[in-house]
């Protein structure tokens, strides 16, 4: 039976099959949610059900309070986050979470990324922040609406804009990423998953590199997202 958030279940379910496809995901770990603006909803995927048996018709629909609007399943346990980023922050679409390895490896030893070459210069023109891990008091309260809280904080400690950085480590829990649609969320996790591998091999290969130069980090940056871009067709 269809509804009016049929495209919106599709467009979360295509995005949470592409963090198995793109090896961002062990088992069931890790979640895409896409938003609907015009209705405030969002669709997020069902808590702990297997990429390989997930449907369409699986996706849960909720409001930004959490109450459920369509969907027979529980959804993720992690729907509290992606609630409190999308009331906080009105021009996201799509959010993902994903444990993929060298995101967490480098959320557990609590470090920003740094930028050290032009790959990561494309997407962004800052270190990857590692928000710091929560504190006791938060854990013991409404930790997943508290992870939301921790993103936020740590983006006005480092005074970042989400709109320029749509990428964040927490620490000793792993990584979140946003965009304009889940499908650019997948897209920023894959890129950050990848960013953080070359920063690790970078150390093991020279403890010492030195941090990207600015003129590259403009040059690269500004040929994909600057007023006169000209990376792309």
Not at 94 to 100: M, N, S, V
Not at 112 to 122: K, Y
């Amino acid at each position: 039976m269809s509804s009016k958030y049929t495209e919106l279940k599709r467009e979360c379910y295509e995005a949470n099959m592409q963090l198995n496809t793109l090896n961002l995901v062990v088992y069931t770990f890790g979640n895409v949610s896409a938003v609907d603006r015009k209705n405030g909803a969002f669709a997020i995927k069902p808590s702990g059900v297997p990429y390989e048996i997930l449907k369409p018709e699986d996706i849960v629909i909720l409001d930004f309070d959490n109450t459920i609007i369509e969907g027979t399943m529980r959804p993720s346990s992690d729907t509290k986050t992606h609630s409190f980023l999308y009331k906080s922050w009105e021009s996201i679409g799509g959010i993902a979470h994903t444990h993929a390895t060298h995101s967490v490896a480098w959320a557990q030893a609590q470090k920003d990324i740094p930028i050290f070459g032009t790959t990561h210069a494309d997407h962004l023109t800052t270190d990857i922040p590692c928000a710091a891990p929560m504190s006791d008091h938060l854990i013991e309260g409404n930790y997943e609406h508290n992870t939301g809280i921790q993103i936020l904080d740590c983006f006005k400690e480092k005074q970042l804009s989400y709109k320029e950085v749509e990428m964040i480590l927490i620490g000793n829990h792993g990584p979140f990423a946003w965009g304009k649609n889940a499908a650019k969320a997948v897209y920023n996790s894959r890129v950050l998953e990848e960013i953080a591998k070359m920063a690790y091999l970078t150390l093991q290969i020279n403890p010492n590199a030195p941090r990207l130069k600015d003129s590259l980090i403009k040059k690269h940056y500004e040929r994909k997202h600057g007023k006169n871009a000209y990376y792309g067709q």
